[in-house]
């Protein structure tokens, strides 16, 4: 069965310091990853996706990703994290091309960047 | 392009009353999805329409949960009667059914649920 585990509840990063959200998950084909973001009060926002090619994925906001099909990964990350980039951050995965099958989310990580 | 399109975007409601949420997806999306979001959980997928067909509503609770999408655009949520544990937020998504997995989901902003 797919899953994903977002094995942090909370990250705290000050501004200015590199970020990682970190993602792993269990499929039995090839993935289709993705990262969204949620800001308070608002809906979701994709930000990134790893379908083939490149194991770095870069996305909106100056976040990028890594695909680590050996470690079964997809890490989120960012070189210098600002304030705003404070919201909740979800991981999804997909088994294959087909849209029928559901897409699975992780739990979510807050994020928190201190000025 | 507009987005997609929730209301209300609060209510608030006893339990064993009903309730209806709408939704209008990003024009020309032929897949649109229901969720819902308990505080501190990823989304749950409650049933997903391809054009007006239901593709997959294994996790609706159809004994109180129905969902509609007649014409294939606008899509209707409806809880009957609710209980205390359906307090959450309801997002509806839409993406397009080209290229099928491979694309995103775009949300609405979604509607918060509370059940007294």
């Known amino acids: 069965a797919q899953s994903v585990a977002q094995p942090e509840d909370q990250v705290n990063v000050a501004e200015g310091n590199p970020l990682t959200v970190k993602c792993t998950y269990s499929v039995s084909g090839n993935p289709y990853l993705f990262w969204y973001v949620q800001y308070p009060n608002r809906g979701l926002q994709f930000l990134l996706k790893?379908?083939?090619?490149d194991n770095l994925v870069k996305g909106s906001y100056g976040f990028e990703a890594e695909f680590n099909k050996s470690q079964t990964s997809f890490h989120l990350k960012k070189p210098s994290a600002l304030v705003s980039d404070s919201a909740l951050y979800f991981c999804?995965?997909?088994?294959?091309?087909?849209?029928?099958?559901?897409?699975?989310w992780g739990a979510g990580t807050k994020l928190i960047i201190k000025p | 392009e507009a987005g997609v399109a929730q209301s209300p975007r609060y209510k608030i409601i006893e339990k064993r009353q009903s309730v209806a949420f709408w939704c209008n997806p990003i024009?020309?999306?032929?897949?649109l999805y229901w969720y819902q979001q308990i505080l501190g959980q990823g989304p749950k997928l409650l049933i997903q329409f391809q054009n007006n067909g239901v593709v997959d509503d294994s996790q609706l609770p159809k004994d109180r949960f129905s969902a509609e999408r007649l014409k294939g655009v606008d899509s209707t949520l409806k809880i009957q009667p609710a209980k205390l544990e359906d307090s959450a937020v309801y997002l509806c998504a839409s993406s397009t059914r080209l290229a099928g997995g491979k694309n995103e989901q775009f949300f609405g902003p979604g509607t918060r649920l509370t059940v007294l």
């Open positions: 024009s020309g999306h032929a897949t």
């Open positions: 790893y379908i083939t090619g």
């Open positions: 999804a995965v997909r088994e294959g091309e087909d849209s029928n099958y559901q897409l699975i």
